[in-house]
């Protein structure tokens, strides 16, 4: 059954917003998603109504720790954790990696080897650097394939050894739009002892996430991307958590998940992760029927979360398949990612590339005035950036379509880049 998008983007009240007759096209969803209402409504039930710190014995009290309880449930049903005590909430991706990484720090010593990628975003690489140069660490970098996009498994297999503590990878490129094969990857570093620290802030708004399916220790993303508001979250093995010296205050309690969060959390934006995940649940039940056989192992809300992530991804796949079909006909276009129609179940929808003669940052001004949304610029995947030569030269245009965007924007987009390169060309 085909997605109802007069029926998604209903929900999606910036969809229609309209600016001196001109409407808004939203490619910029790599960098942050719009919302639904459902958000909404939770965030601002969640302000109205239960608007008090945690733990006290009073009703909006006692309301909030309900509503983060259900969040938490609503989180581990989205990726699949065994346990809602599994799932960690903090500020953001890069200050959960930031924060969690001193207390991996703790189980890590000086000549300890580290793997990190040459594909991911600086906040699955900063981080642990830092760690690295602290504590004496050895880092091994994976680089991936520049004709395929990919990771080669047997050059993993060569930076492995019984030295090797952690390895940190993506799930899905912010730059190239690869999805990596994480479990693989998690079965090479398992069977040599080591931690898997999996960053799925851009594989979670479109791919169903599974933690158990995967392998891994811990997994990381964050709500703005995946329709919610700015709210990072975790998920953790319980075993190695609870293994952890959480860097924390005195009073906070010793027990997972609390002990791993710092300070007074964002209670309006978990309710709003928790409206992003109902949002899903629609899809799911409404949408995406046939998709439910996928995971009949699921059932509830778990099934509908994955089934509708399925159909979503079957979506965007269409559309990834026009984007790069028109921009291979543009000249001097050069995509930084998979292309090949027969192998877009490997990546997302997001779409870096470069034109010839033209900086990318001309692109997006271009595109910004037609109010059409992109970035430009490495996207703070400085290493891909390097690494495909591009760095130098302003990085990349990227256009990330998501399941709300129509195939008549992808056409407005292209339109407009047939009629500006060539002038931008001569300019
Ligand atoms: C792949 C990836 N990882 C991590 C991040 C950082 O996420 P956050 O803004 O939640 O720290 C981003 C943000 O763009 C990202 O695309």
């Known amino acids: 059954m085909p997605i109802d998008l007069d029926a998604i983007r209903a929900q999606f009240p910036a969809l229609s917003i309209v600016d001196n007759d001109v409407s808004r096209v939203y490619f910029d969803n790599p960098a942050g998603t719009q919302v639904p209402l459902s958000v909404v409504e939770k965030m601002r039930d969640c302000l109205i109504q239960s608007n008090a710190n945690i733990q006290g014995n009073f009703r909006t009290s006692v309301q909030v720790d309900a509503l983060i309880a259900e969040t938490r449930q609503a989180m581990a049903d989205l990726l699949n954790a065994p346990s809602p005590d599994e799932i960690v909430f903090g500020q953001n991706m890069t200050t959960i990696t930031l924060h969690i990484s001193r207390s991996i720090g703790r189980l890590l010593h000086e000549g300890d080897e580290i793997v990190l990628s040459r594909m991911d975003h600086d906040a699955n690489v900063g981080p642990w650097l830092m760690l690295a140069e602290d504590l004496g660490l050895t880092v091994r970098w994976l680089p991936f394939d520049t004709e395929s996009y990919e990771f080669d498994i047997n050059m993993l297999d060569e930076l492995l050894n019984e030295r090797t503590k952690l390895v940190c990878v993506g799930y899905a490129s912010n730059m190239t739009g690869t999805i990596n094969d994480v479990k693989a990857i998690c079965e090479r570093a398992k069977a040599i002892g080591a931690i898997t620290y999996i960053d799925a802030v851009q594989a979670v708004p479109h791919i169903s996430t599974d933690v158990q399916d995967i392998g891994c220790d811990f997994l990381v993303c964050s709500a703005y991307k995946f329709f919610g508001p700015h709210q990072g979250i975790l998920w953790g093995r319980r075993e190695l958590m609870e293994g952890l010296v959480p860097y924390k205050v005195r009073p906070v309690s010793e027990k997972i998940p609390g002990c791993f969060e710092t300070g007074t959390q964002s209670h309006e934006g978990m309710a709003g992760t928790l409206g992003a995940v109902d949002y899903f649940s629609w899809i799911g039940q ?12 699921f059932s509830g809300r778990r099934q509908a979360l994955h089934a509708a992530m399925d159909c979503l991804f079957d979506y965007e796949t269409t559309m990834a398949k026009s984007l790069l079909g028109g921009l291979r006909q543009l000249p001097g276009v050069t995509v930084h990612g998979i292309t090949d129609p027969a192998a877009l179940d490997r990546r997302v929808p997001t779409v870096s590339f ?16 037609q ?11 400085v290493e891909a950036a390097r690494l495909l030569g591009i760095y130098d030269q302003g990085s990349a245009v990227r256009v990330g379509p998501v399941h709300y965007n129509s195939a008549a924007e992808i056409d407005t987009l292209l339109n407009v880049l047939e009629d500006f390169l060539p002038r931008a060309h001569v300019a």
Do not use: K
């Not at 409404?286 to 192992?297: G, I, W």
């Not at 109010?371 to 995947?381: K, L, P, Q, R």
């Open 286 to 297: 409404t949408m995406a029927r046939s998709y439910h056989t996928n995971y009949s192992q």
């Open 354 to 369: 470069t034109v010839e003669g033209v900086p990318p940052d001309a692109v997006s001004r271009e595109l910004a005035a």
């Open 371 to 381: 109010n059409i949304f992109v970035w430009s610029g490495h996207f703070y995947a």
